[in-house]
T-cell receptor, first 116, second 112 residues
Framework: DTAVSQTPKYLVTQMGNDKSIKCEQN?????MYWYKQDSKKFLKIMFS???????INETVPNRFSPKSPDKAHLNLHINSLELGDSAVYFC???????????????FGPGTRLTVT | EDKVVQSPLSLVVHEGDTVTLNCSYE??????LLWYKQEKKAPTFLFML????IEKKSGRLSSILDKKELFSILNITATQTGDSAVYLC????????????FGTGTRLQVTL
């Protein structure tokens, strides 16, 4: 009964390639997120979607393109991968509209991306 | 720019000790502060604090928020090896750019 799932768990690829990470949540939440966690464990928001609409895009290079086919899915596509993209990418979800009220975010298991 | 700072960066204690982890924040339109525990994989939620001075408690863990001084603490009493993890705090701001801003975390290691 995984609440937030991501695939793949590990991704090793070469510079210049294009790759995608998929995320699904079965919690019925309205809002989904992508975070990047670097080697020092610093977790930084990349994107936020509410009901398939982009809410937050935090100065992420346009090589990163999120896509939300429905409110239960938020995929991350990365073009022309660079060494600096190596990190753990976490998907998360929360109920409700993320604005005036604070909602607990539930995180997926993460995808460790290594670019060689 | 919104900022969340945690201290110490890392901490090694013996089982049974009590630890206090600190989190200070500078966030525009602050709404709430959240604590997460991250072991090997995903961060898992511990507490959400919205009001000053009200302690939240869960077993040996407790947390409190001071909105005047802009900080929060997480206390763990009678630590166990299973408490070893990275503890993350995050500040939520309201408004059109509402998001969680995370601190860099405190790595806690509890030894026998």
């Amino acid at each position: 009964d995984t609440a937030v799932s991501q695939t793949p768990k590990y991704l090793v690829t070469q510079m210049g390639n294009d790759k995608s990470i998929k995320c699904e949540q079965n919690l019925g939440h309205d809002t989904m997120y992508w975070y990047k966690q670097d080697s020092k464990k610093f977790l930084k928001i990349m994107f936020s979607y509410n009901n398939k609409e982009l809410i937050i895009n935090e100065t992420v290079p346009n090589r990163f393109s999120p896509k939300s086919p429905d409110k239960a899915h938020l995929n991350l596509h990365i073009n022309s991968l660079e060494l600096g993209d190596s990190a753990v990418y976490f998907c998360a979800s929360s109920q409700g509209v993320w604005g005036q009220r604070t909602y607990e975010q539930y995180f997926g298991p993460g995808t460790r991306l290594t670019v060689t | 720019e919104d900022k969340v700072v945690q201290s110490p960066l890392s901490l090694v204690v013996h089982e049974g000790d009590t630890v206090t982890l600190n989190c200070s924040y500078e966030v525009t339109n602050f709404r709430s502060l959240l604590w997460y525990k991250q072991e090997k994989k995903a961060p898992t939620f511990l507490f959400m604090l919205t009001s000053s001075g009200i302690e939240k408690k869960s077993g040996r863990l407790s947390s409190i928020l001071d909105k005047k001084e802009l900080f929060s603490i997480l206390n763990i009493t009678a630590t166990q090896t299973g408490d070893s993890a990275v503890y993350l705090c995050a500040a939520h701001n309201t408004g059109t750019a509402s998001k969680l801003t995370f601190g860099t975390g405190t790595r806690l290691q509890v030894t026998l």
